[in-house]
Every structure is written in C-alpha cells, then in structure tokens.
C-alpha cells in the first residue's frame, strides 16, 4: 500500500508543489485547499481534495474524519502548510485581527493535528510536519501578527516533539525564508481588511515603506527567493529519513538568522533586524 499524507494549503504555492511532488513520488494525497472551488480543480486532476478550512473548526473535525476514512483507518503524515499574513505596526492591529490570525496560523493546526495523533499511536507510526518560518525564529518590523503566530507555532511544536518521544510519532518543523509564492498578494489584502494605516501615527511610514514593498515591490523577487520546490525538498526529508531531524531551514536567510540567532548579543540582533 502507498503512503498517504494529507496537506493542507493546496490551492497554490508550497502546498501544490508539495501535493504533486509527493503523489508523482507513489504518496496518496489528500490535498485540502480552503475553498471548494480550489478542490474541485485539485479533484479534476485525480486528487482526493477535499475542504479544511482553519478558522472552520467543522470543516477540520470532517475533514480529518474524511482523510482518515478514505486511507482506511490510516494516516502516515500530516504536512500543516497554510497560514497568512497581517501587515501593520503592533500598535494597529486589532485584537480580532490578532485573534483571527492565531485561529488560521495556530489554533486550527493544533486542531487538525489532535484529531490525527491518535490514529498514527494506534498504528504505530506517523510523521507530523509543520511548516513554520523564519520569522518563527526571528522578528521583523511590521509583522508582529505573523511573527507572533509563527514563535507560538514553534514553542507547540516543540513542546509536542518532547510529549511524543515516547510514541511512534515524529514531529518535525520546516524553516522558510523568502519563497515565491501567493503570500504577498495575500497579506495585501489583509491588510486592506484589518489595518486603518491612514489615522496611524505611523501613516507616513506606511506610505513611504510597508505600502510600496506590500504594491510595488512585489513585481520582483527577493534576491534569496526560491521556488516551492525547495520547501517540498524539505518536507520529503522529513517524511522519508528514517530519522528525521527536528528542523529543517529552507533558504539562505533562514540559515543565517539561525545562527544570529544563536550568536549575537540580543542589542545587535535588534539592531541588524530594525534595518528591515
């Protein structure tokens, strides 16, 4: 029998790439995507594709119902992949905003995973692969929502790899940098929803910074972007080693804010990151 694995995150971007990657490599993928529309093209491609929606606690519980009743009781990974982004200064983020963002970032994932552990100590093995970021380990100005999701998503994450040493189950985090995906286009409209960046003691700032990167910018590629393909490299050596390590970086910049992390005094660190 084929491996199977549920993803979520599938419409476009890492959580694609990953999907036909792995089902070209003999996986069975349930690849989910947030809107029906986005399963529907997934299906017309022979995917099992099916809705989980983060801040839809319903759409979790049937879909993890639905991914394990369809490998037959089964589950051999589960790859948490979706998440978004909410620009703006701390001092503008409205609690609902910030609550949204843990829902969708946070709160949904550790969801979707309590409802497969179970199944994977039953059968006696299960990977658990959560794709976190390099702002999971570092912060940057104007992104503190997303920041805040992703350290919180570390410490759980953590947390649970020292609770499952004693089960068959491994949990591994993957460490983005910059990859060329959706993101951006995405955060924009996040921030169209959430921030009021013109009554913001910081509106010029805005202007002149976070509103030209977040519009204009966007027409070129950080110079350390790389594909999605380089996460999904990642993830297949999280999910074949026989070993897997608890972190896996995934660019350049993740690299090195790794190691500054570990190596600066905390007043440089904070100096080198308030550059932008």
């Not at 349930?30 to 989980?52: K, M, P």
């Not at 990167?213 to 297949?236: M, Q």
Request: positive net charge.
């Amino acid at each position: 029998m084929s491996r199977s694995i549920l993803i979520t995150g599938c419409s476009s971007g890492i959580g694609a790439d990953a999907a036909r990657t792995l089902r070209d490599r003999g996986w069975r993928v349930f690849a989910t995507c947030r809107r029906q529309s986005d399963c529907d093209r997934l299906a017309r491609e022979g995917f099992d594709s099916f809705v989980i929606d983060y801040e839809d606690p319903d759409s979790i519980a049937t879909g993890a119902a639905r991914a394990i009743d369809l490998g037959g009781g089964q589950l051999d990974a589960l790859f948490n992949n979706g998440a978004h982004a909410i620009p703006g200064a701390v001092e503008d983020l409205p609690p609902e905003a910030l609550s949204a963002i843990l829902q969708a970032n946070l709160v949904g994932w550790h969801d979707l995973t309590r409802r497969v552990i179970p199944v994977m100590r039953a059968q006696g093995h299960g990977r658990i692969v959560n794709n976190s970021s390099v702002l999971g380990m570092i912060a940057l100005k104007w992104r503190g929502a997303y920041v805040a999701s992703k350290f919180a998503l570390e410490g759980l994450t953590d947390t649970l790899r020292l609770e499952m040493r004693d089960t068959p189950i491994d949990v591994v985090l993957i460490e983005p940098g910059p990859i060329a995906t959706r993101f951006r286009a995405n955060a924009a409209r996040q921030f169209e929803r959430w921030i009021d960046w013109e009554n913001s003691a910081r509106a010029e700032q805005y202007r002149t910074t976070l509103r030209r990167r977040l519009y204009e910018s966007g027409k070129g590629s950080d110079r350390f972007e790389l594909p999605a393909s380089a996460v999904t490299a990642a993830l297949i050596r999280a999910l074949e080693a026989r070993r897997p390590r608890p972190r896996y970086f995934v660019t350049v910049p993740t690299r090195a804010m790794g190691l500054a992390r570990r190596m600066l005094p905390g007043r440089l660190l904070d100096a080198l990151l308030a550059r932008g």
